[in-house]
């Protein structure tokens, strides 16, 4: 454990920013700006944002810097906002989480310092890169521009017909608000945190109706395509849904042809994080070949179900003549989706020579950190040697969105990290 805590790092590059934060770093920031929760269950309640939106049931809550000094408060809110101690028993990890992530959203309206504690953790890891994937939840302008704009199988008149409703001035004043999360985060963060390269993938949701996801899309694409911070898009949420499932073909679509409008945004998606026990064995089949040939996905998320899919030693195939890398989850694969160990298809990928990068996914919710990851990867794989994991993790700056410049200013940064370390720790 020591000698990865101490390890350099190349950087943490699949990582929610709304799953990353600590419990102790949500309350600070709750108790900062007056949020409230509800006791019985965990939830968050911002009563100025008017978070969560509609939340009626407001006569139970107590203000949550009532856990500076309720030990029983403090305890049933990390119980509730963490994956910590749950027994497995009374639900599955994956509705777990999801139900989890509902919970604590209210706090993400602050995200300036939900940024500035994530980067001052992965200071403390030694970690040169993060790249935070964030939203700004959709209020009421969007609401009203999709109540005015029907649907339209012609995505080029959707896309004009929703930016001329309303949502291109939505877009100038997300990129100006996420600007001003940025420039907080670099003011908050501790003197090691502020060295912290720190870049944004903006998400769209999978699992809600073709409309709305087409302009969370639309947004996310916009919004990456004008902010110099936002360095590509993804698509997040749970897979196995009932729109994120039947739709999943129509999705793809809708990323190839805003791919068309918009190339120079990179591309991240979330694909095959499913096993039989969550989806139907149908939707086991296509859902990363898809991302890469119809999605134009340059990195894939999770990629678990791998082995699941018709034809899966051509899509690792086109994986390798890409290169195209897969982000490794192994805490979250086995807390959301029970998959570990030697079932865990990180070693399919290594043998057939797709780039392999390990990250955190949500550490705060999970309880892990990338050096834990680093020691379960070892632990599951000694057989693996150093020089490969030294290769994974120079994998995260090398397949990362960022500029040529920046990339190689990065690496050469870590390089001689990793040299004079070795020299220390490894070389008599």
């Known amino acids: 454990m020591i000698f990865f805590k101490e390890m350099p790092k190349g950087g943490d590059i699949h990582i929610h920013a709304s799953g990353a934060m600590h419990p102790d770093d949500i309350i600070n920031i709750s108790v900062r700006h007056g949020l409230f929760v509800n006791p019985d269950y965990g939830q968050l309640v911002d009563l100025v944002t008017g978070q969560p939106y509609n939340y009626t049931n407001t006569q139970h809550l107590v203000p949550v810097s009532g856990a500076y000094n309720n030990p029983t408060l403090y305890s049933d809110l990390v119980r509730s906002w963490t994956m910590k101690d749950f027994p497995f028993t009374t639900q599955s990890g994956h509705d777990r989480f999801f139900n989890t992530c509902d919970l604590i959203d209210p706090v993400t309206y602050y995200d300036g310092d939900v940024y500035a504690n994530i980067r001052d953790r992965a200071a403390d890891e030694n970690i040169l890169y993060l790249v935070l994937m964030t939203s700004q939840t959709n209020g009421d302008d969007v609401r009203k521009v999709l109540s005015t704009v029907d649907w339209d199988d012609n995505l080029s008149q959707l896309r004009d017909d929703l930016l001329h409703a309303g949502l291109a001035e939505i877009v100038e004043r997300k990129v100006a608000k996420h600007a001003s999360y940025d420039q907080i985060s ?243």
């Open 186 to 428: 670099g003011e908050l963060s501790h003197p090691d945190g502020k060295n912290v390269t720190t870049r944004y993938i903006y998400e769209a949701l999978r699992f809600y109706p073709k409309k709305e996801v087409f302009t969370d899309l639309l947004q996310a694409f916009e919004i990456a395509n004008k902010s110099p911070v936002i360095s590509g898009i993804t698509l997040v949420g749970d897979e196995a849904a009932p729109y994120s499932a039947d739709d999943y073909h129509l999705h793809m679509d809708m990323i190839a042809y805003l791919h068309s409008v918009y190339p120079d945004v990179f591309i991240e998606l979330h694909a095959g994080e499913l096993t039989g026990e969550i989806a139907e064995k149908k939707d086991l089949l296509f859902h990363i070949a898809d991302a890469i040939t119809i999605g134009n996905a340059s990195r894939i998320g999770h990629g678990v179900a791998i082995q699941e899919e018709e034809g899966f030693e051509n899509t690792l195939a086109i994986m390798r003549e890409k290169d195209i890398p897969v982000e490794i989850l192994l805490t979250s694969n086995e807390q959301i989706l029970n998959i570990s160990g030697p079932e865990h298809p990180v070693i399919v990928y290594l043998s057939h020579d797709v780039p392999v990068i390990l990250a955190t996914d949500d550490p705060g919710v999970e309880c892990t950190n990338l050096t834990l990851e680093y020691v379960i990867f070892t632990l599951n794989h000694p057989d693996v040697s150093y020089n490969a994991i030294k290769e994974i993790n120079r994998n995260s700056i090398w397949y990362s969105f960022l500029p040529e410049d920046e990339k190689s200013e990065l690496l050469t940064r870590l390089d001689n990290s990793l040299d004079e370390f070795e020299k220390a720790i490894i070389l008599p």
